[in-house]
């Protein structure tokens, strides 16, 4: 058993990109002093990463392995050394003021501190009727079938104790893409495999009410019949893999515990200053 640092807590926010460059120089300055941030970038064309350096030149990068906003988190998660992970999006839609109660949750006892829209102190400045009544149809799925309390599966700002990345057991990074599609995980699916599989571990969730914002600037992809399909197939599918789970003995995996002691740092990039310095050394 890990004894989690209650009385001061490290934090590395991690933070996917792709193609955020107007986003990420109105948000980066307004992120808290923490251990680290790191940006996981997606192969972005719009010179996102050198945005990000210019606002934060401490920030640390990491490229993803293949495709998919999963990936990048997995990426991330591996490579961060603080204490607890903040999933942060770039696009404005998340609002750095709440890192706090998110932190605040997790040295009070929680776990896996759980965004939610719905919960006291939430809301959101561009849900429609249509998707607040799906997402509510979806909780109601996903919490008979995990015994979970959910107000609001959809939702990706949360934060947790980096002991938990192991739970996940998000697809390795080393494994190649198939040639058609994603690997399970890798995509957009991961915001509700990671709830299914904390709930699945019956970590202890707190919700924490948080204010939805507009993304600033860019267009938004999402589609709300087909993506709400996405997030029903991905509770059926992680409600039978949990099943399949009990059924198997529980093993300690060693390369969980020696990536928890020994971070990825081989993931980041070198910096501007020091690759420079390379360079004239
Ligand atoms: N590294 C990486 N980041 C990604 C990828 N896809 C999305 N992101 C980032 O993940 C975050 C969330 O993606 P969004 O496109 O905002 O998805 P959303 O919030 O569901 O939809 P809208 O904000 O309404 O467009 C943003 O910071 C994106 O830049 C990807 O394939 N790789
Ligand atoms: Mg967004």
């Known amino acids: 058993m890990i004894r989690r640092n209650t009385a001061a807590p490290t934090i590395s926010i991690v933070v996917p990109v792709k193609n955020e460059a107007a986003n990420l120089r109105e948000v980066l300055p307004q992120l808290p002093d923490v251990h680290e941030v790191i940006l996981v970038d997606g192969n972005s064309v719009d010179g996102s990463v050198e945005a990000a350096r210019e606002v934060l030149p401490e920030i640390l990068v990491v490229r993803q392995t293949r495709k998919g906003k999963g990936n990048a988190l997995a990426a991330g998660f ?7 992970i903040v999933m942060f999006d770039a696009d404005g839609s998340a609002d750095p003021a709440e890192i706090p109660a998110f932190v605040d949750a997790l040295v009070a006892g929680a776990d896996f501190a759980k965004g939610s829209r719905f919960a006291l102190g939430g809301g959101s400045e561009d849900i429609t009727r249509l998707r607040t009544a799906g997402n509510h149809g979806l909780n109601l799925v996903a919490n008979t079938a995990f015994r979970t309390r959910f107000s609001d599966l959809c939702y990706g700002y949360n934060a947790f104790w980096r002991d938990l990345v192991p739970v996940l057991d998000l697809p390795a990074l080393d494994l190649p893409a198939p040639e058609s599609g994603m690997l399970w995980g890798d995509g957009f699916e991961i915001e509700t495999v ?88």
Do not use: K
């Open 194 to 281: 990671i709830n299914c599989r904390m709930a699945a571990a019956q970590v202890a969730i707190t919700e924490v009410g948080s204010v939805e914002l507009s993304r600033i600037h860019g267009e938004s992809n999402l589609r709300t019949f087909s993506d709400g399909f996405r997030v029903l197939r991905t509770i059926m599918a992680e409600f039978r893999r949990a099943r399949a789970a009990r059924r198997r003995p529980a093993v300690t995996n060693l390369s969980d515990l020696r990536n928890y002691l020994h971070p990825r740092t081989d993931l980041i990039e070198a910096g501007r200053d020091q690759s420079l310095a390379e360079q004239t050394a």
């Open 78 to 84: 591996l490579a961060a050394s603080g204490d607890i």
